[in-house]
T-cell receptor
């Protein structure tokens, strides 16, 4: 089945540690996106990539980094510089108009 | 910059009744797309319906339909014959049609409860 997978589903991190969230898609989509979702707010764009080896900052990129070495993969690293990283993170991909979403990762900083 | 507003943080509907969720947006562009996404308790985002701005006809998908008022920049979602499975967060979203992979701007969401 074609789709987007995110792992892990739940992630716990100690303050001051970097952590990497995985996002893989087998839809052969060129574009991939990372969103952050907080209670009472819509999705906010962290980073997006339109093609391999290229990516752009979204609206809230500070404290995050990404890489796009393969078309299928777009990992997100939450660094210790991110002041309030506890949130739900969604990955998406698209090949045109519609974006398809993964199941998300819930990150909690202890 | 484009913005999307959903003025109803929470709504409820009786099972089998009809409910309308409101959305307004702000843009200076003439060509764009509008979406309604559903996020059930599983948190999986699902596309409910899509509207192209150049189309005058309102989009429909089974029990879901929209009222697209381009001049008023309004894009409401009507759910008919509401079912328990419709209970979810609903997000209105906007995307420019300028490029193939433009970013999507989401509203803050409306939490819909369905009363049996």
């Amino acid at each position: 089945d074609g789709g987007i997978t995110q792992s892990p589903k739940y992630l716990f991190r100690k303050e001051g540690q970097n952590v990497t969230l995985s996002c893989e898609q087998n839809l052969n989509h060129d574009a991939m996106y990372w969103y952050r979702q907080d209670p009472g707010q819509g999705l906010r764009l962290i980073y997006y990539s339109q093609i391999v080896n290229d990516f752009q900052k979204g609206d809230i990129a500070e404290g995050y980094s990404v890489s796009r070495e393969k078309k299928e993969s777009f990992p997100l690293t939450v660094t210790s510089a991110q002041k309030n990283p506890t949130a739900f993170y969604l990955c998406a991909s698209s090949q045109g108009i519609e974006q398809f979403f993964g199941p998300g990762t819930r990150l909690t900083v202890l | 910059a484009q913005t999307v507003t959903q003025s109803q943080p929470e709504m409820s509907v009786q099972e089998a009744e009809t409910v309308t969720l409101s959305c307004t947006y702000d843009t200076s562009e003439s060509d764009y797309y509008l979406f309604w996404y559903k996020q059930p308790p599983s948190r999986q985002m699902i596309l409910v319906i899509r509207q192209e701005a150049y189309k005058q006809q309102n989009a429909t998908e089974n029990r879901f339909s929209v009222n697209f008022q381009k001049a008023a920049k309004s894009f409401s979602l009507k759910i008919s014959d509401s079912q328990l499975g419709d209970a979810a967060m609903y997000f209105c979203a906007y995307r420019s049609a300028k490029t193939s992979y433009d970013k999507v701007i989401f509203g803050p969401g409306t939490s819909l409860s369905v009363i049996p």
